[in-house]
């Protein structure tokens, strides 16, 4: 099989939903890829797909800003990727904010995914850039947390995820696809989709439900 562009896999996962994805996932045997319920995308419409840069941080009092990595997360950001904080229970920060969304955008970036706090809404918003998050707040990072490390296994959302994991979240939340599985999960959703549509057409018109689940073993 001819080896899927990295453009090509992001815009055909950003044409399917997760749902289809966390199947495909489960029925691998992967039952804990859907990440809390609890983050999601600042509007229902946000779609991200990409694979995962993955950033550690943690609470951290000094005002020093010339130990701030924050800056340093966007500078190493790649084209199509997403950047996947862990924030070890910080509930007192915006970790991801406005100028952080522009650097990011302006590098390719495809998103982020925080398992905190998330501010500057307003304009995250009305630039369009796909934030998932658990919170939003006013809280400035400087004087309260700090990025520790990055492009290591991290757990964001109660799920773990490695650098390069493939990151997926629409309107239902946000899933992780494994590094090595993220064109056969690809190929295999796309395949379901086209199923679901076949069984939606047959369900309008009017088709029993239960003959349906016996034959196609889903619903």
């Not at 239902?172 to 090595?180: A, I, L, Q, Y």
Request: charged share 25%; glycine share 10%.
């Amino acid at each position: 099989m001819a080896e899927i562009p990295l453009p090509e896999i992001c815009e055909r996962y950003k044409r399917l939903y997760t749902p289809a994805v966390a199947d495909i996932l489960d029925s691998q045997g992967l039952w804990h890829q859907i990440m809390d319920n609890d983050l999601k995308g600042l509007t229902l419409e946000m779609i991200v797909a990409g694979p995962a840069f993955t950033v550690f941080g943690m609470s951290e009092r000094s005002e020093d800003r010339s130990i701030r990595k924050g800056p340093l997360v966007v500078d190493r950001l790649g084209a199509y990727q997403v950047a996947v904080f862990e924030t070890s229970g910080d509930t007192k920060t915006g970790h991801w904010g406005e100028l952080l969304s522009n650097a990011a955008r302006a590098r390719g970036a495809h998103g982020a995914v925080i398992d905190g706090g998330v501010r500057d809404t307003r304009y995250i918003l009305e630039m369009g850039f796909p934030v998932f998050c658990k919170f939003r707040c006013p809280g400035d990072a400087t004087g309260r947390w700090n990025v520790v490390d990055m492009e290591i296994p991290v757990t964001v959302g109660g799920v773990r995820v490695h650098p390069g994991d493939f990151i997926f979240g629409d309107a239902d939340g946000v899933v992780v696809v494994p590094r090595e599985l993220t064109t056969q999960v690809l190929l295999e959703a796309e395949a379901v989709l086209s199923l679901e549509n076949e069984i939606r057409q047959k369900v309008r018109g009017g088709a029993s439900v239960e003959k349906l689940y016996q034959s196609y073993e889903r619903f």
